[in-house]
């Protein structure tokens, strides 16, 4: 298998997709707060600016 040529076991393997799953989805999160922020903020610029 893959792992084998990387010289990793299969528990490691499994062990390291699992951090990775977590860690890309932590990154996804933030990056969608982070936007839907920017926006909200837009949003209430443009309302000023009409007032």
């Known amino acids: 298998m893959i792992w084998e040529e990387l010289g990793m076991s299969f528990g490691t393997a499994i062990i390291v997709l699992i951090a990775l799953y977590f ?3 932590w990154a ?3 990056g969608i707060k982070e936007a839907y922020a920017d926006i909200a903020d837009k949003d209430t610029e443009e309302d000023m600016e009409e007032g």
Do not use: Q
């Open 23 to 25: 860690v890309i989805k």
């Open 28 to 30: 996804v999160k933030n």
